[in-house]
């Protein structure tokens, strides 16, 4: 179950009013959970047996569920993304990502297993932060810049979507104007 903090510090935890106030910033909330009618609970046994029950590899099960969400596009670009302690992957995620970038179409992270926090810069020094468990799926808006951040245990398995390979480049906060809704 995702958790938005929003710009006064209160935490929010039902999914409705997290979509009411992320539309604002072309981005939204999804629920595996809510979309198979709740038998996905946060448990990742349980996520990884459903998973495993459809016969599917990561990449094309997530793009059904991307199907399923009407977020998928012949164009879109995946990244898989597994970060755990130990990893050599670790240092090079944590560099790439413990900045605010952009991209220039939206990005849609499937969360699988662990948990992580995404801070959306939403004005000049404004920033949301909402906190991701396995099961929850958020798009992001294009050029809303955002950074990702690992959960306590350094745990992450995920899905990344972008609407085209050009989508999927990540752009320094600074490097390009960036347009505001």
């Not at 990884?48 to 599917?56: A, I, K, P, Q």
Request: proline share 6%; with cysteine; glycine share 6%.
């Amino acid at each position: 179950m995702a958790v938005l903090k929003n710009l006064n510090g209160q935490l929010i935890s039902d999914s409705d009013r997290i979509n009411s106030l992320l539309q604002i910033w072309r981005s939204h909330l999804y629920s595996i959970r809510d979309r198979f009618h709740g038998t996905i609970l946060s448990d990742t046994t349980k996520l990884d047996r459903w998973r495993s029950s459809t016969g599917l590899e990561v990449t094309t099960w997530g793009q059904r569920l991307l199907q399923d969400l009407n977020l998928w596009s012949e164009d879109a670009w995946c990244e898989p993304l597994t970060i755990r302690p130990g990893s050599p992957r670790l240092l090079s995620f944590w560099e790439q990502q413990h900045h605010y970038h952009f991209h220039s179409g939206p990005e849609i992270i499937a969360i699988l297993r662990g948990n992580c926090t995404y801070s959306l810069e939403v004005a000049q020094g404004s920033v949301l932060e909402i906190w991701l468990e396995p099961g929850d799926v958020l798009q992001i808006g294009n050029f809303l810049p955002h950074q990702l951040s690992l959960g306590p245990l350094l745990e992450l398995q995920a899905m990344r979507y972008f609407s085209s390979q050009d989508g999927w480049i990540s752009h320094q906060k600074s490097s390009i104007p960036q347009p505001h809704p």
